[in-house]
């Protein structure tokens, strides 16, 4: 029976006063393994190498596109797009002709500066070699100077080989920074800037070494006994040459990109914030996949056929052949309907995709106590009270939005459960917005995407924060999802 009391939402409730000791250190443990996996997972290309590690492990198995090999009731597979997208599932029970599917989609992309495509630069006067390079996706520029960065990505060389460039990540490493300006000089070069030009985007250049090498060979004109001009390009390319093995030439072929270099930690006293670069949206693909590993570790099919996705290109519009836009999610699904058990071919695609439900596991902004205002409080995420749920994203008059139907959330709000989510909108109605994947893979494939993902503090800075229990409960969800 219906009380009064129930007939309101209580915006008091915190999950944590529910939780015993055994599963607060669950939650905990969880987020460790979480942080474990960040350290090694700061860009795509990375963070799907380690995905492909943990599925491997756990008797997943890699196909491609057009393949031949059948895939059975119960079968866990894999597919590896340009190796920066990747697709996971298991085949369920079901034909998905009848019941359709369950997808999780995320991005593993976060922003990032991408080194330019000649960013080798000599401020010999300066005594400095500089890196320049071009931001990838929606930053505060200045939150990028004086930070530690590491140098990751690949680089092509001249006979076909790919080489992986990881500075920073060893303790013994060095690392890389953009050089800020003291408060005692700033006011001519920086004060009367807006803080979107407290840093503009061309001195966004990061500092790749500071001693000279010395010139040898007199070049023509040079008289004899003339003093030797300090070289200082020269000599880093040689330190990046002797561990590497590549030359200038080569980074015109590279795919590199600094990174922030701030291991991730726990906030407060009570260690229940977690603080990382990357949790947009490393922290979904992480619960996304977790929650795909453990549905195979627990033996029987899923009813419908899960697939977790975990996209590129996010922060930039998703476009190309690694973003969501793309036709790899359909050619992949369908791929999968037609080796599967049920042979699912022809018309009866359409019929599955328009069964299928997507989750497009994506962050969304927690309140911050210091800027409450751009929210309204009564429709926003708040740390440490849930996975958040968003019918709609888009900016003022809902554009560029997805808006789940009413039915796909009467559908969600069965599979939640007793999990706690917060229905949550990203801001006021004219203070900003922003969209995920969710309108892209609902207009590919005609079904149903609901935006479910876990609250963020400081989104898009060089560490962002999420709550250790928001985190758990991510997972927690996302299981229910492939599971129901």
Known sequence: MTTPSDLLTDKNDWPWLGYDEAKQ?????????????????????????????????????????????????????????????????????????????????????????????????????????MMKTHYYGGIKKYQWASIPLHLVGVVTQRDGTITEVDIGSDPSDPVFVIPDLLPHLWSEAQSKRTAAEVFKGEELRAIMGSTPGTKTDAKEGEKEGEKAKPEFKKHIMELLHSRYGITEGDLQFADLHFVAGLAPRRVGLDRGLIGAPGHDDGVCAYTSID??????????????????????????????????????????????????????????????????????????????????????????????????????????????????????????????????????????????????????????????????????????SPFELVHVADVYNARELYLSFYRS
Not at 80 to 108: E, F, Q, W, Y
Not at 331 to 352: C, H, I, N, P
Request: aromatic residues 6%; hydrophobic residues 40%.
């Open 25 to 129: 250190a669950e939650i905990h443990a969880f987020g460790d393994g979480y942080q474990q996996w960040l350290q090694t997972a700061r860009y795509p290309r990375e963070r799907v190498t380690r995905v492909v590690s943990l599925l491997e492990d756990k008797g997943f198995k890699r196909v491609e596109l057009g393949g031949e090999a059948a895939l059975n009731v119960g079968d866990a597979f894999y597919y590896v797009n340009r190796n920066v997208c990747l697709a996971a599932g298991i085949v369920g029970s079901s034909s998905p002709k009848d019941t359709g599917m369950r997808v999780v989609g995320s991005h593993v992309d976060i922003p990032l500066l991408d080194l330019k495509l000649r960013p080798v630069h000599e401020e010999a006067d300066c005594g400095l070699v």
């Open 291 to 460: 929650a795909l590993l453990k549905v195979k570790a627990q033996g029987s099919a899923p009813s419908q056929t899960a697939v977790c996705i975990l996209f590129d290109k996010e922060e930039t519009g998703s476009d190309g052949p690694t973003g969501a836009k793309s036709q790899f999610v359909r050619f992949m699904l369908e791929d999968v309907m037609a080796r599967s058990t049920f042979g699912v071919e022809g018309r009866g695609v359409y019929a599955a995709f328009d069964k299928t439900f997507v989750l497009s596991a994506d962050v969304s902004a927690a309140v911050n106590p210091l800027f409450s205002s751009v929210h309204d409080a009564q429709n926003a995420s708040v740390v440490g009270k849930g996975v958040s749920v968003s019918r709609f994203t888009g900016a003022r008059g809902k554009a560029g939005t997805n808006s789940a139907c009413i039915e796909a959330m009467c559908q969600f709000r069965q599979i939640a459960g007793d999990i706690p989510v917060q229905i949550c909108e990203l801001g006021k109605v004219d203070a900003g917005g922003g969209g995920t994947i969710a309108k892209f893979v609902a207009n590919s494939l005609n079904c149903d995407v609901l935006d479910v993902g876990v609250p963020v503090l400081s989104m898009h």
